[in-house]
C-alpha cells in the first residue's frame, strides 16, 4: 500500500476530511489530495505532522514493500518523469529520515530562542 492510500485510509479513519486534515497541518487541501492521489510525496517534515495529526507512528507510513523509482524518458531535449512509488525503505534511511527531523525540530527551536532573545532587546 503507497504512502498515500496509508494517509487516506488512517484520514478517513479519523473521520477527518481532506480540508480538515489540511488546515490542522497549514498546507492546502490540494497538496492532501495529491499526496493521497500519489502524485506527489510528502518530505520528511510534512510527513511528520500528517502521522502526528492522524495519531500514527511515521514508519507505519513508509514500511511497505515500495522505494521511489523515477523513470526517465528522453525525447527531444525534455525530460518526462514517471514516478512509481514501492514503499520499502531500508531501515538506515528511515533512521537517516527521523534523525534529520529531530535536528530540523532542534534547529527550529533554536530559531525561536533567538527570536525571542531579539525581541526582549
Known sequence: MSIGSKVKKYREGKGLSQ??????????????????????????????????????????????ENIIQNNYDKAIGNIHSQVTINNHFPENILETLLSNQDKITMLLEMQNRLVERLLEK
Open 19 to 64: 480540508r480538515t486534515l489540511a488546515e490542522s497541518i497549514d498546507v492546502s487541501q490540494s497538496i492532501i489530495s495529491s499526496i493521497e492521489s500519489d502524485k506527489s510525496i510528502p518530505n520528511s517534515v510534512m510527513l511528520n505532522k500528517i502521522a502526528e495529526k492522524l495519531g500514527v507512528d511515521i514508519n507505519e507510513l513508509l514500511a511497505d
